[in-house]
């Protein structure tokens, strides 16, 4: 089945919310399944700005949305911000090809690297990054939005996380 990654558009807006909570049913064999219950993250005003400023990517597969990723950009970095394939769309290439249109959005932006916070261990999280070529970095040379936004994770009760990175 051909997966189609595109920008997302006004009428997608309200199908990512679900999207989101459908992936994190994921989390419910993992040590984590607390996650699964939590409610979507990308708020209506996150959202509208990301696709304002071109920054929301939609997979679509056979007519319905099914993966979407959240770039953002900090200097010459691009930030994955929020990626979410829920299982039902899994072992499909999904997540392969909206994570490489992601790549390519930073490389259309002439981000060095693209960069992201995640949970080392989960196998559909660090694992499936580091096979995409994706490496841990080390915490104490983190940019400021890394630092950022593994405090506010941890904060908010998350273990395990980590930051990592992929030269483009």
Do not use: K
Not at 39 to 48: H, K, R
Not at 76 to 93: I, K, Q, S, Y
Request: glycine share 8%; aromatic share 10%; net charge negative.
């Amino acid at each position: 089945m051909t997966v189609l990654i595109r920008s997302a558009l006004a009428f997608d807006l309200s199908e990512i919310p679900a999207l989101e909570c459908a992936a994190a049913q994921r989390f419910l064999e993992t040590a984590h399944p607390e996650l699964a219950s939590a409610p979507p993250s990308m708020t209506d005003a996150v959202l509208d700005l990301a696709l304002r400023e071109d920054r929301l990517l939609v997979a679509e597969q056979d007519g319905a949305l099914c993966g979407f990723a959240l770039l953002d950009q900090r200097g010459e970095e691009g930030w994955l911000r929020e990626f979410n394939v829920p299982p039902a769309f899994g072992n499909r290439g999904v997540g392969r090809a909206l994570l490489a249109f992601s790549c390519a959005w930073g490389r259309g932006r002439s981000c060095t690297r693209l960069t992201l916070t995640t949970f080392r261990t989960v196998p559909f999280n660090g694992p499936f990054y580091a096979r995409f070529g994706f490496f841990f970095l080390e915490e104490t040379s983190l940019p400021p939005h890394l630092m950022e936004a593994l405090a506010a994770e941890r904060a908010a009760g998350l273990r395990d996380r980590c930051a990592m990175a992929l030269v483009l």
